[in-house]
C-alpha cells in the first residue's frame, strides 16, 4: 500500500483481535504497522510485526522489492509486536538494524547474539540517497528504549506507538477513510502513555517545529488528514492540569467498620489541615477510569484494609494492582487498618506502596479488633502530620 512515492505501508492486520498485552481492551482489533522506504540509493524498513505474521508480512514486502534489498531495519521500539518479526527477517537479509542507544541490552536479549546495531539518537541520520531518516530520541514512550523517525523530504513522521491505537479496519489504513476511531485512539493513550506525560511533552517539544504531513504509527491508522490534531491532542492530554489545592484520596475495606473509623479521623485530619479529602468504602467502590483518575490528581493515596486470614481484602489488591497507567511518583502513600490478631494487612499495603515507588513518610497504623478513642485521635494526628507532607510535596 502506496503512501507517498517510495514510501509503502507493508504491515498487517489483526482485526479479531480483542485483549492486547493480556490486560488491554482492543475492542476494534489492531493493526501491526511497518514501512517500506525506498531511495534511490539504499532501502529501509521501518519496525517489523509481530512474529506469527512473519509470513504475510514477508509477502507484502516481496510484492514490493527482494527482501534481501533491505539495507535499514530501523526500530523504534522492541517490544515484540514490533521486533517479533526480526530475527527470521535477519535470515533473508544482512540489513543494518538500526535502533537507539537505550535499545542496545534489550536487543542482545531478544536475539540471544550481538549483531553490531547502528545506534542513533538525536542529531543522527541516514542516507537512502534521495531519502533522508533523521532520528529523534524519545525515551519512556512506552519503552526506555522508544525513539522516533523523521523522513524528511516526506515530512513524514514515524513515532511508533506514540500516536497509534488500536484500531483495525479491514478495507483502508488512512484516517480520512475510515470511521471515527477516537475512542481507541484516546483509550491507547490512558492506557499506554498515560504515566509517561512528561516524555510525552519533551518528545512533543522536539517534533513540534518539524513540517510533518503525515504521522505513520506502528499501531492504527496513519494520520494523513489533520496529523496536528492527533499531536495536540496528546499535548493536551499530557498537560497537567492546574490546580490550586492539594488533595488526598482515602480508600478502605472495612468489615465492622472499625477501619472505617480509621480513615473517617485521618480524612478529619489531612481537612482540618487544609487538604481536599476524598473518601471511598472499596465495598461499594468499583476501580474503573474515573477512580484512577481520582488517584492520578491526588497528592496522596492512603489505603486502609481490615486483616483477614493474614491478608489483605481483595478489593484492596484489586486497587494496587490497578495503577500501572499512572504515575506514582512523588505520590505519598499510608497505610492502615484494624485486625484481630495477626494484622499483616496494612504492612502489606504499606510494602506494595513502597514497591510502587511511592514516598511512604509515615509508618503504618494499625488499631486491634475495635478501635479506641486513642486509637482514633492517632489516626488523626497521622492526618495532619500527612496533611504538613502533602503540603511542601511538589
Ligand atoms: Fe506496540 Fe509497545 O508495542
Redesign the pocket.
Known amino acids: 500500500m502506496k503512501i507517498k512515492e517510495g514510501v509503502y505501508w507493508v504491515g498487517v492486520k489483526d482485526p479479531k483481535l480483542r485483549i492486547f498485552d493480556v490486560i488491554m481492551q482492543a475492542e476494534a482489533g489492531t493493526t501491526y504497522n511497518s514501512y517500506l522506504i525506498l531511495g534511490n540509493e539504499k532501502v529501509a524498513l521501518v519496525d517489523t510485526v509481530k512474529a506469527s505474521f512473519r509470513d504475510e508480512f514477508f509477502k507484502k514486502i516481496e510484492e514490493i522489492i527482494p527482501i534481501e534489498k533491505i539495507d535499514y531495519i530501523i526500530l523504534n521500539?522492541l517490544?515484540p509486536?514490533?521486533s517479533g518479526a526480526l530475527p527470521y527477517i535477519l535470515e533473508k537479509t544482512k540489513a543494518r538494524v538500526v535502533i537507539s542507544k537505550n535499545a542496545q541490552v534489550i536487543l542482545k536479549e531478544l536475539l540471544h547474539r550481538d549483531i553490531n546495531p547502528m545506534l542513533v539518537g538525536d542529531g543522527n541520520s541516514i542516507s537512502l540517497g534521495d531519502k533522508t531518516l533523521e532520528f529523534i530520541q524519545a525515551p519512556f514512550l512506552?519503552?526506555p528504549d522508544t525513539m522516533f523517525t523523521y523522513l524528511v523530504e516526506d515530512s513524514i513522521l514515524f513515532p511508533?506507538?506514540f500516536l497509534?491505537c488500536h484500531y483495525c479496519d479491514e478495507n483502508s489504513i488512512f484516517n480520512d477513510e475510515t470511521l471515527d476511531f477516537s475512542f481507541s485512539f484516546k483509550h491507547y493513550f490512558f492506557t499506554?502513555m498515560r504515566p509517561f506525560k512528561e516524555y510525552s511533552l519533551q518528545a512533543i517539544k522536539k517534533i513540534e517545529n518539524k513540517k510533518i504531513e503525515i504521522v505513520a504509527p506502528?499501531?492504527g491508522p496513519i494520520l494523513r488528514n489533520d496529523p496536528w490534531k492527533y499531536i495536540n491532542l496528546y499535548r493536551e492530554w499530557s498537560t497537567p492540569k492546574k490546580k490550586d489545592y492539594k488533595k488526598a484520596v482515602i480508600f478502605y475495606a472495612s468489615p465492622y467498620g472499625g477501619t472505617a473509623a480509621m480513615a473517617q479521623n485521618i480524612a478529619k485530619g489531612l481537612m482540618d489541615n487544609g487538604i481536599v479529602t476524598e473518601i471511598f468504602d472499596l465495598s461499594g467502590t468499583g476501580i474503573d477510569e474515573t477512580i484512577i483518575d481520582i488517584i492520578e490528581e491526588s497528592d496522596a493515596l492512603i489505603v486502609g484494609s481490615s486483616t483477614i486470614n493474614g491478608d489483605a481484602i481483595k478489593p484492596v489488591w484489586i486497587l494496587l494492582a490497578s495503577l500501572a497507567t499512572i504515575s506514582l511518583r512523588n505520590k505519598i502513600g499510608f497505610a492502615f487498618g484494624t485486625y484481630a490478631w495477626s494484622g499483616e494487612a496494612a504492612k502489606m499495603i504499606e510494602n506494595r506502596m513502597k514497591d510502587l515507588k511511592m514516598k511512604v513518610p509515615e509508618p503504618f497504623l494499625r488499631a486491634q479488633m475495635v478501635p479506641t478513642e486513642e486509637d482514633l485521635q492517632k489516626s488523626y494526628e497521622v492526618g495532619k502530620r500527612l496533611a504538613e507532607v502533602i503540603k511542601s510535596s511538589s
Open positions: 521500539h517490544e509486536d514490533h512506552h519503552w511508533c506507538d497509534g499506554i506502528s499501531h
